[in-house]
């Protein structure tokens, strides 16, 4: 089946620095892919849509400077929290959906923990 | 815009039970639902997923329903495991090609 990679699976970080993480399709092709946030004992909200090259459109309330997405190719879109902070630890996790059928399939997520 | 609810929100049951998780969904025009498990800390595992125009799903011990115009649906789970602990999450797709709304979920444990 489908599978989408995420790079990586959790990382830990000082405030102030830049965390990119990195959501691949292996084996299709997305011209769309999604990111979602998931904080403690929450359900995951969409933060932004990735648009193979174009801008990605962001969720209300979501800082489009402070999460930049890059989706330069079919099978890779990035998201780098700048200046990270501590409340921007939280479960990241992006999803792409294949053409035919359109069904979605998800990375296995990144824990993001600012120290 | 979709609001998609779950109840219970939580749910203890001893080992061996059939157990029912509810979702509903605000708007009815859907293009799929899909049940989602998660394990404490980790990604989403599929579960079943229906599409707009199907009535009900089946893998193994589940069975998962939809009522589009009434925006339900179901999931069943039989013969319940302490392995089925988790949360369950409902996701509904408005529209082809566009992103889930997921609801809060049921967490969901199972004593042996």
């Known amino acids: 089946g489908a599978v989408v990679s995420q790079h990586p699976s959790w990382v830990i970080c000082k405030s102030g620095t830049s965390v990119k993480i990195e959501c691949r399709s292996l084996d299709f092709q997305a011209t769309t892919m999604f990111w979602y946030r998931q904080f403690p004992k929450q359900s995951l909200m969409l933060m932004a849509t990735s648009n193979e090259g174009s801008k990605a459109t962001y969720e209300q309330g979501v800082e489009k400077d402070k999460f930049l997405i890059n989706h330069a190719s079919l099978t890779l879109s990035t998201l780098t929290v700048t200046s990270a902070h501590p409340e921007d630890s939280s479960f990241y996790i992006c999803s792409a959906g294949r053409t035919s059928g359109y069904i979605q399939y998800f990375g296995a997520g990144t824990r993001l923990s600012v120290l | 815009k979709q609001e998609v609810t779950q109840i219970p929100a939580a749910l203890s049951v001893p080992e061996g039970e059939n157990l029912v998780l509810n979702c509903s969904f605000t708007d009815s025009a859907i293009y799929n639902l899909q049940w989602f498990r998660q394990d404490p800390g980790k990604g989403l595992t599929s579960l079943l997923l229906i599409q707009s125009s199907q009535r009900e799903q089946t893998s193994g011990r589940l069975n998962a329903s939809l009522d589009k115009s009434s925006g339900r649906s179901t999931l069943y789970i039989a013969a319940s495991q302490p392995g089925d602990s988790a949360t369950y999450l409902c996701?509904?797709?408005?529209?082809?090609?566009?992103?889930?709304?997921f609801g809060p979920g049921t967490r969901l444990s199972v004593l042996p």
């Open positions: 996701a509904v797709v408005h529209n082809y090609g566009q992103n889930f709304v």
